[in-house]
């Protein structure tokens, strides 16, 4: 199973609602990332996790509250969000190495979220 | 934080063979350098990742100078199918023990395949 599986592939909401976004893989991985991705510009990293612990936080916005509860599981809780949140959120996974660094990450679908 | 420099877009028509180069002065010793391609509305998908001189798969070639200093992804006989953005990440996975490092996309290449 090389998968990663996003859900929902669409959703929409307004700016008081209350929302989450779930990635999961089974390929052992222990690190996990969201992205966000608005039309026609590269992937922005959010957050990632390692190890089930949130390692890195790229200044998000606490609107987005990010959740691993275990090695399989990403969620990504959503509130009070704003129109120009509207994007493609990707989850990612890969392998963690002790010493040497790789990049390998696998990408799943996308959610794609719109904010009315 | 290594940056990444790339073209901004490229054209090509099919049955030629595409080199985009990717710059990254920057690059940390441990960093690797590794290519991903997107289609629209898609996540980006894995290509190719090196660490020095040539990689070679069954979709496309990685070149590395010496200095590690930029990168050149080869992608032979391209088809219409091939039409999209490719980036080059340079960094790694966080290290076992909780140190990171940290993955961004650079502005990424436009590859168009005409017919």
């Known amino acids: 199973d090389t998968e990663v599986t996003q859900t929902p592939k669409h959703l929409v909401m307004g700016m008081t609602n209350k929302k989450s976004l779930k990635c999961e893989q089974h390929?052992?991985?222990?690190?996990m990332y969201w992205y966000k991705q608005k039309a026609k510009k590269p992937p922005e990293l959010m957050f990632v996790y390692s190890y089930e612990k949130l390692s890195i936080n790229e200044s998000v916005p606490s609107r987005f509250s990010p959740e691993c509860p275990n090695s399989s599981l990403l969620n990504l809780h959503l509130h009070a969000l704003q129109p120009e949140d509207s994007a493609l959120y990707l989850c990612?996974?890969?392998?963690?190495?002790?010493?040497?660094?790789?990049?390998?990450?696998?990408f799943g679908e996308g959610s794609r979220l719109t904010v009315l | 934080l290594a940056k990444t420099t790339q073209p901004i877009s490229m054209d090509s028509y099919e049955g030629q063979e595409v080199n985009i180069t990717c710059s990254h002065n920057?690059?940390?010793?441990?960093?690797?350098i590794t290519w991903y391609q997107q289609f629209p509305s898609q996540g980006p998908r894995f290509i190719i990742q090196g660490y020095k001189t040539k990689v070679t798969n069954e979709v496309a070639s990685l070149f590395i100078p010496a200095d590690r200093k930029s990168s050149t992804l080869s992608l032979p006989r391209v088809s219409l199918s091939d039409t999209a953005v490719y980036y080059c990440?340079?960094?790694?996975?966080?290290?076992?023990?909780?140190?990171?490092?940290?993955?961004?996309f650079g502005t990424g290449t436009l590859l168009a395949v005409q017919p």
């Open positions: 390929m052992g991985h222990r690190a």
């Open positions: 920057n690059i940390a010793t441990n960093d690797y």
């Open positions: 990612a996974s890969s392998q963690v190495t002790g010493g040497a660094n790789t990049g390998e990450l696998f």
């Open positions: 990440l340079v960094g790694g996975a966080p290290n076992y023990g909780g140190a990171t490092n940290k993955l961004i």
